[in-house]
């Protein structure tokens, strides 16, 4: 199963700020690489598809880079609301696979 | 608009059995799959595995083969899991969640909890 590193496992955010998180992969996943928000108590919400496209009704200060094994998700300007739990998932490789997860707080 | 609309709670004693639904509405549904997920307390996500809503064809993640099983009613446009031998490593909120032949989750269900406990 292809493995999924996520870090930090936690980021202390300034409203405002803009930052990046990061997913590497135990092997190359090309760019099928997604991103995904979750809030307490709700589902996963699609944020960035194939490491980089843009998702219909998603904020423009979130983006996606990267390829292979190594991916980046940034936020330009976090926003209080963006206080939340963020997962990449592989989908080059059955079985589809989840990282761990960055969850976002308040410093 | 896309709609998953998963079943209720469930409250189910160890080594009981459990079927799950998500009735789906406004789109399409033969020409998607369906996925289901896991997600314990405080933990990550799991892909169960998934079904082609036009011929039921299955997936399934090699941990949840004969744990799950996936089916569908292309008539009501829902996906069901059936889960067996319940025990508490199986208490979790189970989710839906729509992809195409992409591989990414688009839509998602609103998840099922569900408690394992005598």
């Known amino acids: 199963d292809v493995a999924l590193t996520q870090s930090p496992a936690t980021l202390s955010v300034t409203p405002g700020e803009r930052i990046s998180l990061s997913c590497r992969a135990s092997?190359?996943?090309?760019?099928?690489l997604h991103w995904y928000q979750q809030k307490p108590n709700e589902s996963p919400r699609l944020l960035i598809k194939?490491?980089?496209q843009s998702i219909s009704g998603i904020p423009s200060r979130f983006s996606g880079s990267g390829s292979g094994t190594d991916f980046t998700l940034s936020i330009n300007g976090v926003e209080l609301e963006d206080l939340s739990i963020y997962y990449c998932?592989?989908?080059?490789?059955?079985?589809?696979?989840f990282g761990s997860g960055t969850k976002l707080e308040i410093k | 608009e896309v709609q998953l609309q998963q079943s209720g709670a469930e409250l189910v004693k160890p080594g009981a059995s459990v079927k799950l639904s998500c009735k789906t509405s406004?789109?399409?549904?033969?020409?998607?799959?369906m996925s289901w997920l896991k997600q314990m307390p405080g933990q990550n996500i799991e892909w169960i595995g998934n079904?082609?809503?036009?011929?039921?064809?299955?997936g399934y993640n090699q941990k949840f083969k004969g744990k799950a099983t996936l089916t569908v009613d292309k008539s009501s446009s829902t996906a069901y899991m059936d889960l067996s031998s319940l025990t508490s490593e199986d208490s979790a909120v189970y989710f839906c969640?729509?992809?195409?032949?992409?591989?990414?989750?688009?839509?998602w269900g609103p998840g099922t909890m569900v408690t394992v406990s005598s």
């Open positions: 194939y490491a980089s």
């Open positions: 969640a729509r992809s195409g032949y992409s591989w990414y989750f688009d839509f």
């Open positions: 092997e190359s996943v090309d760019t099928y």
């Open positions: 079904i082609y809503g036009r011929n039921g064809g299955t």
């Open positions: 998932q592989q989908g080059n490789n059955l079985p589809l696979t």
């Open positions: 406004g789109y399409t549904f033969s020409n998607y799959y």
